[in-house]
């Protein structure tokens, strides 16, 4: 396994907050020094059952392109499910133009988002159409004369001089990986691996296990700095037991989605916690009171998914650890009770945790 380099933390907002207190996380991102970047989630209209209302990303995308103007903007993710390939290549060469080259793209299957729609997941098989809009992407960004006919896209498009014209022609790619195929497409072909929220060491290290067998399958050496992502779910406070519970009803609804969605149970396992404590949760979705699972969610159950919470001491050693395991790239998915808690979160971060990282062991 390659040996990760000095790592580099972002924060990550889902597309729900408003575009006013986007632009204020972004700015205290880049004032705070975190140089992973400010990077944007897709949220989807389920969302309004928890009182949240979803913008579109490339819109707010665009909102926080302009309020910054060093650190990467990054999308993690969209799902190629949601747009044909051209059109989600124009949206990043769109964004990367505004924040002048700036921009990550950031696909994933995203099951939540796609549930709704009249998809056969069984039949659009995710590596098979994830290869394929990367192919077509890059091709788009290349600027060169293509025709295109794959399994599940087909795209033709004439040539145009991207670099002429000042703009990137290799856009870099990050691919949300769930599942041992995904992490190994991540290793043969994509810029960067993102992983879901909920990411412990334990699935940090399965997950670079299979790019790593991706990558050398496909004749790839990863460098040392290869991107390794994860959301995690992050509150830091002066007060420990304040940051604690804001992230935890965050972590029961990531549970729950874990659980009915997504169907890994590499990620659960992961935690070291028995089967059983998962059993609340689940009777919880056959009850339909999945909303309300907070309560079963121990401190002790959020230590064991290394989410970020606590004290700048706490969060440290808890961040330390996603390092150690190797994740290159801790994008920290904020959540308070308000955006002054948000921004306190951001600076405390920025300032007093991500400074005094050390490079993981090897």
């Keep these: 396994?390659?040996?990760?380099?000095?790592?580099?933390?972002?924060?990550?907002?889902?597309?729900?907050?408003?575009?006013?207190?986007?632009?204020?996380?972004?700015?205290?991102?880049?004032?705070?020094?975190?140089?992973?970047?400010?990077?944007?989630?897709?949220?989807?209209?389920?969302?309004?059952?928890?009182?949240?209302?979803?913008?579109?990303?490339?819109?707010?995308?665009?909102?926080?392109?302009?309020?910054?103007?060093?650190?990467?903007?990054?999308?993690?993710?969209?799902?190629?499910?949601?747009?044909?390939?051209?059109?989600?290549?124009?949206?990043?060469?769109?964004?990367?133009?505004?924040?002048?080259?700036?921009?990550?793209?950031?696909?994933?299957?995203?099951?939540?988002?796609?549930?709704?729609?009249e998809y056969d997941i069984e039949k659009l098989r995710p590596v098979g159409v994830h290869h394929e809009s990367m192919e077509i992407m890059r091709k788009v960004f290349s600027g060169e004369a293509y025709e295109y006919k794959g399994k599940y896209y087909e795209s033709s498009m004439p040539a145009y001089d991207r670099a002429g014209a000042g703009l990137r022609t290799d856009i870099p790619i990050y691919v949300g990986a769930t599942g041992p195929f995904m992490q190994r497409l991540c290793g043969s072909e994509s810029d960067g691996m993102l992983l879901a929220g909920l990411t412990s060491p334990p699935f940090v290290?399965?997950?670079?296990?299979?790019?790593?067998?991706?990558?050398?399958?496909?004749?790839?050496?990863?460098?040392?700095?290869?991107?390794?992502?994860?959301?995690?779910?992050?509150?830091?406070?002066?007060?420990?037991?304040?940051?604690?519970?804001?992230?935890?009803?965050?972590?029961?609804?990531?549970?729950?989605?874990?659980?009915?969605?997504?169907?890994?149970?590499?990620?659960?396992?992961?935690?070291?916690?028995?089967?059983s404590a998962w059993e609340p949760f689940r009777q919880a979705i056959a009850d339909g009171t999945q909303d309300n699972v907070t309560r079963y969610v121990t401190d002790e159950m959020m230590r064991k998914f290394t989410v970020i919470s606590g004290t700048p001491e706490d969060c440290l050693e808890i961040t330390q650890e996603l390092v150690d395991a190797g994740l290159t790239l801790p994008l920290l998915e904020v959540v308070g009770a308000n955006e002054a808690d948000n921004l306190e979160t951001i600076r405390l971060m920025g300032e007093e945790v991500v400074p005094n990282l050390r490079p993981a062991s090897a």
């Design 205 to 275: 290290k399965y997950a670079r296990d299979n790019m790593d067998a991706g990558a050398a399958k496909a004749g790839r050496t990863l460098p040392a700095d290869f991107p390794v992502g994860g959301v995690i779910l992050c509150s830091c406070s002066r007060d420990g037991d304040k940051a604690r519970d804001a992230t935890r009803p965050y972590t029961g609804t990531y549970v729950v989605n874990k659980i009915r969605n997504i169907k890994n149970d590499i990620i659960l396992a992961g935690s070291g916690l028995p089967d």
């Design 1 to 117: 396994m390659s040996v990760p380099a000095v790592p580099k933390a972002g924060v990550i907002f889902k597309s729900y907050e408003p575009l006013a207190s986007m632009q204020a996380y972004a700015r205290q991102t880049e004032a705070s020094g975190l140089m992973g970047g400010f990077w944007i989630a897709e949220a989807y209209h389920w969302f309004r059952q928890y009182g949240l209302e979803a913008r579109g990303c490339f819109t707010t995308l665009a909102a926080v392109s302009v309020a910054t103007g060093k650190i990467p903007i990054g999308l993690g993710i969209t799902s190629p499910y949601m747009r044909h390939p051209t059109i989600q290549a124009s949206e990043a060469a769109a964004i990367d133009e505004l924040s002048g080259g700036r921009f990550i793209m950031g696909i994933g299957v995203g099951k939540v988002g796609i549930e709704y729609l």
